[in-house]
Nanobody, 119 residues
Framework: QVQLAESGGRLVQAGGSLRLSCAPS????????MGWFRQPPGKERELVAA????????YYADSVKGRFTVSRDNRKNTVYLQMNSLEPEETDVYYC????????????WGQGTQVTVSS
């Protein structure tokens, strides 16, 4: 069982930066892949970025490459999503999720943190 708690969402101006945090609790976290998701209105849920806890291998959606950085701090048991050059269209609730390595489905989800980008 893994519990996830996101934080860091707030109002930011277009072009600004924000860092989201996700603090998972549970055992054997090294077995998991951590992902950040969002779901814009009228669109499907989007995997924004992901990172393997064990090796730090990362994935980014094309829409955020070069602007977002996902990282993890093993000592603090925290996953981060650094978001730069934010755009108003990226206003959304951002969710942290976890899946076992090799699995297709994210099975643990946080409550989400609201990011609002003003124009």
């Amino acid at each position: 069982q893994v519990q996830l708690a996101e934080s860091g969402g707030r109002l930011v101006q277009a072009g600004g930066s924000l860092r989201l945090s996700c603090a998972p609790s549970g055992s054997n976290l090294i077995m998991y892949v951590m992902g950040w998701f969002r779901q814009p209105p009228g669109k499907e849920r989007e995997l924004v970025a992901a990172i393997t806890w064990s090796e730090g291998i990362t994935y980014y959606a094309d829409s955020v490459k070069g602007r977002f950085t996902v990282s993890r701090d093993n000592r603090k048991n925290t996953v981060y999503l650094q978001m730069n050059s934010l755009e108003p269209e990226e206003t959304d609730v951002y969710y942290c999720a976890a899946k076992l390595g090799g699995s297709n489905e994210y099975i643990y989800w946080g409550q989400g943190t609201q990011v609002t980008v003003s124009s």
